[in-house]
Structures are given as C-alpha cells and as structure tokens.
C-alpha cells in the first residue's frame, strides 16, 4: 500500500537460517539461527522441488545424518543497520 510496496531490502547478510529474532531496548536485534550456510543448504534453498522431494523420506534430523551433516545453532547480535556485532 505505501510507495516501496512489493520491495524487497536486504537488512543483514547472515552465516545461517534464521529462526526467531528480538528487539533488546538498545535497539539492536538477537538473531537465531538453526542451521549455518552450506553449499547443500544453498542448493535445497534455490531448488525448493528438491528440499519437498528430500523431506518426505523422513524428519530433518534424520536427513542431516544421512548427509553426515552435524546439528547447529547460533545466536548472533545485529546493530539497528544489520551489522553484525
């Protein structure tokens, strides 16, 4: 409805996935990440036919064993301008 309406910006380039994010009262975010960037992840991510196909043979953790990939997490703090600190 505004004048940048369909838009996409970029906020913050981040080494994983997000999964929750939160404001503190500086101004700055807490970004959750649950699994970091990898070359199979940037693969299933620009093929999404392939990430369904992959997810019907069984749950994501089972899926990261089988590609001896280990669980990870992270949580990371970006400034108001998505720098990360």
Known sequence: HGPHAGQVDTFAVLPGYPDNVRRNS?????????????PFAKWTAANQWAAKVLLKFGNFKQLQKSLAQKPHAAAIKLSDEGKIL
């Not at 500086?26 to 990898?38: R, S």
């Open 26 to 38: 500086e101004g700055e975010f807490w970004v959750a990440l649950h699994a970091k960037d990898t």
